[in-house]
């Protein structure tokens, strides 16, 4: 898959810009699947939450860019209509929208629904990932971003070997004081990015796109 991973969706120019040049052709022109299941596992997402995601309605741009096709991919669905149904949207869509909420609930069902196991038949796909949707791909969220209580630790998907500490600079859990004690914790590497900020993967090439404030922590 070619990854783009950000702290709070399509905020700026240069993320657009990465984005266009992910997906290889305009948004207007892409099909988009886009999953809000992050957000149930989250206490403080409402019942209105995923609606805001889907219909684009919420200050975090992912669905509301200007899609040729849009569609919703629950996951906590996915298990009981049967793959033939299901992978055929997936293998058909440019790009996949992933919300944000608690990428530890997301990583249950991305494997329970067999998602996470779809991933690596997907080289052309774009992975678009807000918050939790792009800490899911990594192999450790830090316990301190693990609010669902039936996860059994904080560790994720391992797609890319990198963590990320999403919306640095927001006061009071996400300074950087905060982010230096996280990447003590994870113990390997990481990236803190704020809502400016995203990182793309491509055949194995991270780089990193940012109009506003970022470090990385090495192992």
Known sequence: ?????????????????????????PIAASSALCIPTAL?????????SAWR????????????????SLGVLELTA???????????WVRDADVILVAGGDAAYLCH????????????????????????????????IGAEFVAWQSAPDDRTLGVVDFSIFPHLGLEPDNTMADA???AAEIAGPA?????????????????VVSEGQWRRFPS
């Open 53 to 68: 995601f889907i219909t684009g309605h919420t200050p975090l741009p992912m669905c509301g860019l200007g899609w040729e």
């Open 78 to 88: 996915l298990p009981s209509i049967g793959g033939q149904r299901w992978v055929p």
């Open 1 to 25: 898959m070619r990854l783009l991973l950000t702290s709070a969706g399509i905020t700026n120019g240069s993320i657009h810009e990465a984005l266009v040049d992910l997906l290889g052709k």
């Open 180 to 182: 230096e004690r996280w």
């Open 109 to 140: 069902w991305m494997r329970h629904s067999g998602l996470a196991d779809l991933l690596p038949s997907l080289p052309d796909t774009v992975w678009v990932g807000l918050s939790a949707g792009s800490m899911v791909l990594t192999p450790r």
């Open 191 to 207: 990236y803190a990015i704020d809502d400016q900020t995203a990182i793309t993967v491509t055949d194995g090439v991270v780089e």
């Open 40 to 48: 149930y596992g989250n206490p403080m997402s409402g019942p209105a």
